[in-house]
Nanobody, 126 residues
Framework: QVQLVESGGGLVQAGGSLRLSCAAS????????MAWFRRAPGKEREFVGC????????YYSDSVYGRISISRDNYENTLILQMDNLKPEDTAMYYC???????????????????WGQGTQVSVSS
């Protein structure tokens, strides 16, 4: 059974950078799309960005566009979220998710994803 495990979260000052990873366990892992979502305290989980697993095509939310980059290592079955120029409003639990169904693009809704990690906390101080 495939599992997703996020890592790399932590406390950083505003303007700093973090690199989050999401490792997929299991021998066979071939999603169509993977994504990052986040949930800030007291708010609903929101879409951050997504990437097609084979082609590497990316799509980002407006709130983070220009400050983040999503990439993947198909050989290591790892999803990466590089975040720069972090702001206090980026403080949230960050989740990776995998979608194995269909061919629609981009995918920005929680219900479009089949497998989720447990999350990694990112805290940005002002």
């Amino acid at each position: 059974q495939v599992q997703l495990v996020e890592s790399g979260g932590g406390l950083v000052q505003a303007g700093g950078s973090l690199r989050l990873s999401c490792a997929a366990s299991g021998r066979t892992f071939s999603p169509y799309v993977m994504a990052w979502f986040r949930r800030a305290p007291g708010k609903e989980r929101e879409f951050v960005g997504c990437i097609t697993w084979i082609a590497g095509t990316t799509y980002y939310s407006d709130s983070v566009y220009g400050r983040i980059s999503i990439s993947r290592d198909n050989y290591e079955n790892t999803l990466i979220l590089q975040m720069d120029n972090l702001k206090p409003e980026d403080t949230a639990m960050y989740y990776c998710a995998a979608s194995f169904r269909g061919t629609s693009w981009p995918r920005t809704k929680e219900e479009e994803f089949d497998l989720w990690g447990q999350g990694t906390q990112v805290s940005v101080s002002s």
